[in-house]
């Protein structure tokens, strides 16, 4: 499929501007004209029967539902958390507003542009995009400035790439002669490149990279460990990086956007926009299909029906779902083996400044297992102290936390930090912890793929099973991210609009 024709063409416009409302996909076009949804029938009992429910309100749930909704569905959004967004989520009790996941809106992100505007939502260029950095580099116990890298002895680069500094090593050495480039953004799914379904390591090791800068770009590898993650996987996350930055670059427009006052605003709209009210508190544990029809249970004992259901929930929490009949065979095996990248972020307050000078890096990556702590540095300017710092932790390291309550995991984060930076010790009180994989209802961070996985489950992603169809932007094809999700509830409420 090639991209011309799956995404909208037309610049977004923003502060307020309009944008008109993008035209579904050709192959739905006919059906969504029709407007043949029924208003709903009586299931025992006298209570509703549905047309359609939508187990979970983050992006892709929500999209699909109001796609639905303004065809003149009847539609039931059960969401297990008391807030809506799932990964989107703006911690607005957090000076600075910061977001712990779902940051930037990619300026090609059309479906998301074209929802937040359709609901009067106001785009902004994105805080600190632009913003530059300086890191403080901590490897192998030994603290380096960035003009001091290009000469350091450790530094495991050869020629003109020992200018490359350690946080960017993943994504430029990686995205180097991409095989993905200039191609469709489908093509990762293409049968001739199962060649790069193997170890990125390997990958990376094929084109010369030694095992030491391999170490180092394992430390922020955003999956799992970067032996165990499929090249495919991150050949594709930055192919779809290049090609919104280069599409941007093409419009002389910023890279990114957010939503004004926060991310958490956009989703928030979208459940308020729905004829239904968004059911808080509904975990759902069981789908059954009977003929014609399904039935949802919830953990609360409630039970509601439709004759479709659309499951945004991510694969870690399907596999606790009881489906009747049960999901088999390949499906199934992805269902259970698919995993999520994991990280890991730690808020805290200033109480004093750490750092000796005014223009001394406020920020540090290090190969220990605290991986990076960044100062929220948005909107600070000149000799103005930083209010707000954040530890991350990404991959395996960010397991441990799961055997952890919050004390515990301030503790061990505080004494690792000194132990890296000793000045920190005493300057710093904790706000909160954002993990994703530590809340019953989410996963990760983001599906990725281990090796071997893209070529045997990628295809399946978007299977349905009986009566049930899946989103979420690990059904995605052409974006990751934000725009994934939007695209694959669109693509899912096409295809129950296409059965109704």
């Known amino acids: 499929m090639d991209v011309a024709t799956y995404e909208l063409d037309t ?24 407007g043949l949804i029924s208003t709903g029938a009586q299931a025992k009992g006298g209570k509703k029967r549905h047309d359609v429910i939508v187990i979970g309100a983050g992006l892709s749930g929500l999209h699909a539902a109001l796609m639905l909704e303004e065809q003149g569905a009847d539609v039931l959004v059960l969401e297990g958390r008391k807030r809506v967004g799932g990964r989107v989520y703006t911690l607005m009790d957090v000076p600075g507003r910061p977001e712990a996941a779902g940051e930037l809106i990619g300026s090609n992100y059309a479906r998301m542009i074209d929802r937040a505007q359709s609901l009067g939502m106001k785009l902004i260029p994105a805080r600190g995009s632009n913003m530059k950095r300086e890191w403080l580099f901590n490897i192998r116990g030994e603290t380096i400035r960035e003009a001091e890298w290009a000469d350091h002895r450790l530094n495991p680069l050869q020629g003109d790439d020992r200018r490359i500094l350690p946080n960017v090593m993943l994504p ?29 390591s390997d990958y990376l090791r094929q084109r010369g990279l030694s095992d030491e800068a391999i170490r180092l770009m394992d430390v922020v590898i955003h999956t799992g460990r970067i032996d165990t993650t499929s090249a495919l996987h991150e050949l594709r996350r930055y192919n779809v990086g290049s090609f919104n930055s280069n599409l941007s670059a093409q419009r002389k427009e910023p890279e990114a956007y957010m939503i004004e006052g926060g991310n958490s605003r956009l989703p928030a709209r979208m459940a308020e926009a729905l004829q239904k009210p968004v059911e808080h508190g509904k975990t759902v544990v069981s789908v059954s299909q009977r003929e014609g029809y399904a039935i949802v249970g919830c953990a609360d004992g409630s039970r509601h029906e439709a004759k479709r259901v659309i499951c945004s929930a991510p694969l870690r929490v399907l596999r606790d779902m009881l489906f009747d009949p049960p999901i088999k065979g390949e499906l199934w095996r992805a269902i259970n083996e698919v995993d999520y990248g994991l990280s890991l972020q730690v808020f805290f307050k200033y109480l004093r400044p750490w750092w000796p000078h005014a223009d001394s890096p406020r920020s540090i990556w290090t190969d220990t297992p605290i991986e990076r702590f960044a100062s929220l540095e948005w909107g600070v300017e000149g000799g103005q102290m930083p209010q707000v710092g954040i530890a991350f932790i990404n991959g395996e390291q960010a397991l441990k936390f799961s055997f952890m309550d919050d004390r515990q995991v301030y503790d061990w984060t505080m004494k690792t930090l000194a ?56 059904t995605a094809v052409l974006e990751r991210g934000m725009e994934g999700a939007f695209e694959s509830g669109e693509r899912v409420a096409l295809e129950v609009l296409d059965v109704l």
């Open 172 to 200: 430029v050495l990686s995205n180097r002669n991409n095989p993905l480039a200039d191609q469709p953004l489908d093509a990762w799914l293409r049968p001739e490149m199962a060649k790069y379904d193997i170890p990125h």
């Open 419 to 474: 132990e890296v930076l000793p000045a920190t010790e005493g300057a710093l009180e904790p706000i909160t912890i954002q993990a994703c994989h530590r809340d019953p209802h989410g996963s990760g961070d983001w599906v990725y793929w281990q090796p071997g996985q893209v070529i045997r489950f990628a295809p399946l992603m978007r299977d349905s099973h009986g009566l049930t169809h899946f989103c979420g932007e690990h």
């Open 11 to 34: 610049a977004p416009q923003v502060e307020g501007s309009a944008i008109g409302r993008r035209s579904l996909l050709q192959s739905g076009a006919a059906l969504l004209a029709t």
